[in-house]
């Protein structure tokens, strides 16, 4: 089992750039796959990137490309999810997932979940 931790949400102006952090407890991060969700008012809780357990494999939402980067740090037990040129469509709680994959894409093999760091974009 692991227990996530997000932070590094807050109010930004559009364009502007907010990095969110996910510490994970336990010894076997580097066995999950890890993915940044995000939900807003009222719409589903949808996959924003995903990086598989080494780091070496990624997946980003259309939405986000080219501005979204998701990485980890093994050592650090931490997956990271850097995000440029806000939009106020990317305003929204923004959550960490870790699934016991080697890497994935596909929401209902995430188990393990952190409480969400709100993320809103003004115009």
């Known amino acids: 089992q692991v227990q996530l931790v997000e932070s590094g949400g807050g109010l930004v102006q559009a364009g502007g750039s907010l990095r969110l952090s996910c510490a994970a407890s336990?010894?076997?991060?580097?066995?999950?796959?890890m993915g940044w969700f995000r939900q807003a008012p009222g719409l589903e809780r949808e996959l924003v990137g995903a990086i598989s357990r080494s780091g070496g494999s990624k997946y980003y939402a259309d939405s986000v490309k080219g501005r979204f980067t998701i990485s980890r740090d093994n050592a650090k037990n931490t997956v990271y999810l850097q995000m440029n040129s806000l939009k106020p469509e990317d305003t929204a709680v923004y959550y960490c997932?870790?699934?016991?994959?080697?890497?994935?894409?596909?929401?209902?093999?995430?188990?393990?979940w952190g409480q969400g760091t709100q993320v809103t974009v003004s115009s």
């Open positions: 336990g010894r076997t991060f580097s066995s999950y796959a």
């Open positions: 997932a870790a699934a016991p994959t080697g890497f994935d894409t596909v929401k209902l093999q995430y188990l393990y």
